[in-house]
């Protein structure tokens, strides 16, 4: 058991004396979203949040983020609604870089509903193009989603970033949906900034 901890103590004094770089900032752009299956049209959104990201060495970091995100999809159906969802992320990033400054970059996001439209609505009830009725419909609390894209870190700490995000779980809920299998995921064309402050420099 000594053993252990005085090599586990080694280890982080090892790393700690590495080269590892610690950033903290806050990041923000512009969503432009859909959803699968739903007939509509571009949503125009905005994401923000902050970031921290660990950079273990010239060529990989790892980013947790704190967020938000405004998506959706317009014009839905015939009813021509405007589907929108707002969620609290979390996503943990991996930066892959390839040469100075510029990177590869995926992970995983979790959301969390915080707000949808669904509720204003007076009648949640969907019909297809013949005027048939399909169902009533509900937003779904949590969507799981990966994310990949590109980056580029500027000298002065700005971040560029393009990224896509797509949503692996249905978003609706629907009832009385017995002729239709089709999934409606949340697919997000993301570009932003970043700013990052060296915590350790």
Not at 16 to 44: C, I, T
Not at 175 to 198: C, E, M, P
Request: charged content about 20%; proline content about 2%; some cysteine.
């Amino acid at each position: 058991m000594k053993r252990l901890f005085i090599l586990s103590l080694l280890m982080f004094c090892g790393i700690s004396q590495a080269q590892v770089e610690l950033w903290l900032g806050p990041k923000a752009g512009l969503n432009m979203a859909n959803v699968s299956n739903l007939d509509g049209d571009a949503y125009m959104g905005a994401y923000g949040g902050v970031a921290f990201a660990i950079k273990f060495s010239e060529r990989y970091a790892l980013q947790p983020e704190l967020g938000f995100s405004m998506q959706g999809s317009k014009n839905i159906y015939t009813s021509k609604e405007d589907l929108n969802l707002t969620y609290f992320t979390l996503g943990v990033i991996n930066k892959l870089y390839l040469v100075e400054g510029f990177h590869l970059l995926v992970g995983p996001e979790f959301n969390f509903k915080i707000n949808d439209t669904f509720s204003d609505w007076v009648d949640s009830e969907i019909y297809d193009e013949d005027g048939n009725y399909i169902g009533d419909t509900d937003a779904q609390p949590f969507d799981m989603a990966i994310v990949g894209g590109l980056g580029y870190d500027l000298p002065f700490g700005l971040t560029l970033e393009a990224r896509y995000k797509q949503g692996l779980q249905d978003v609706m809920n629907f009832i009385n949906w017995d002729s239709d299998t089709d999934s409606r995921l949340n697919q997000v064309f993301q570009f932003g900034i970043a700013y990052k402050f060296h915590l350790n420099k």
